[in-house]
């Protein structure tokens, strides 16, 4: 079967932005170390000036929080389920 371009070779397969076992596994570490060190992460984060403390706060911020999704890579069945569900939630 020849490559079509744009067609992906396992239509199954695992979908686009989907997140793997071992970034869920580093999220959860860096939750974890984060909450244990509270304390001295806050004082050290205090020492810094704003600067630095702002780009700290966006490199962790980067690691914690789920990527933004560009509707113009959706399926067509992933923006009808995203349609159905903001109607739901308009419902409500």
Known sequence: MPF???QSGNPAGKRKGTRSKTTIQL???LLKLLGEHID???IDLAR???KDRVNA???LVKHLTPPAV???N???EQLEQLVEFLQNQKKK
């Open 74 to 76: 959706l399926t067509v």
């Open 48 to 50: 810094m000036s704003p």
């Open 27 to 29: 999220q959860k570490a």
């Open 57 to 59: 706060v966006i490199a």
């Open 40 to 42: 001295s992460l806050s």
């Open 4 to 6: 079509v371009k744009g």
């Open 70 to 72: 560009n509707p113009e």
